[in-house]
């Protein structure tokens, strides 16, 4: 895991909030009022996040009003599906293959190629030193599951910045300027942003949108799902400030 991921993997809430309460509980035994405070704050924060109701409100925010129309006078000439996840297998081989989530958006890249004959672009870097990247994996199983193969391939990106900056190096080279961008609804808008800036026009394929809870007691039981909901939507908010930025 390279320092950003686990820098990442540190500030982002959850983590983030459990290591200030552990902070604040090492402050507040030496009778620190601010070490009780951010104790307080850090476990608050904790059983907040850890509602399903908490990150299904987060995840709706953040798919919200997305661009999907396909803009008139610049139609898509290509399709770009951005890497996600792998799955490992044991033994000596240490077989890759993709992961649900890039499965996932390899089924909606595949179904969109045939209606609209586009190619296909796949784009994602190593995850680990050493293997496979995970737009070559993509690449395979778009071939081997779904019998279409991917025009172009780039292996070299490291995030969603990267994601789009080689990609619009590849598809500016063709001629290309406008794309479908194939992804998770809740990683969409941070994706859109970072083709935007690479000079790209990008019009959302996403597999499905993420929808509010029900008023159920359950969704208002903590549960290690709802941390998980919670950071995945707090890292693409922080992630789209910081493109913002940018």
Request: net charge positive.
């Amino acid at each position: 895991m390279t320092p950003k991921l686990i820098a990442v993997g540190l500030l982002v809430p959850p983590i983030s909030l459990l290591l200030a309460a552990l902070l604040g509980a090492f402050i507040a035994r030496r009778g620190g009022r601010i070490g009780r405070g951010l104790l307080w704050f850090g476990l608050a924060g904790l059983f907040v996040l850890a509602l399903p109701v908490s990150g299904a409100a987060l995840m709706v925010a953040l798919e919200r009003d997305l661009p999907t129309p396909t803009p008139p006078e610049q139609p898509p000439k290509a399709i770009v599906i951005l890497g996600g996840d792998v799955v490992r297998g044991g033994g000596d081989s240490a077989v890759v293959d993709v992961g649900p989530i890039s499965l996932e958006r390899l089924r909606i890249g595949a179904a969109l190629a045939r209606r609209t004959g586009l190619p296909i672009l796949v784009s994602g870097g190593s995850l680990r030193e050493h293997e496979a990247s995970v737009a070559e994996v993509m690449a395979d199983s778009l071939a081997q599951d779904f019998q279409i193969p991917a025009r172009w391939v780039e292996p070299g990106s490291r995030d969603t910045w990267e994601n789009a900056q080689n990609s619009a190096a590849i598809l500016r080279g063709q001629g290309i300027r406008s794309v479908y961008v194939v992804t998770q609804a809740w990683h969409m808008r941070r994706a859109i942003m970072a083709f935007a800036a690479a000079g790209i026009a990008a019009t959302a394929a996403y597999p499905r949108l993420d929808r509010l809870q029900r008023p159920l007691a359950s969704n208002f039981v903590p549960d290690v799902l709802g941390w998980q909901g919670s950071y995945v939507a707090l890292h693409e908010w922080i992630g789209c400030a910081w493109y913002a930025l940018r």
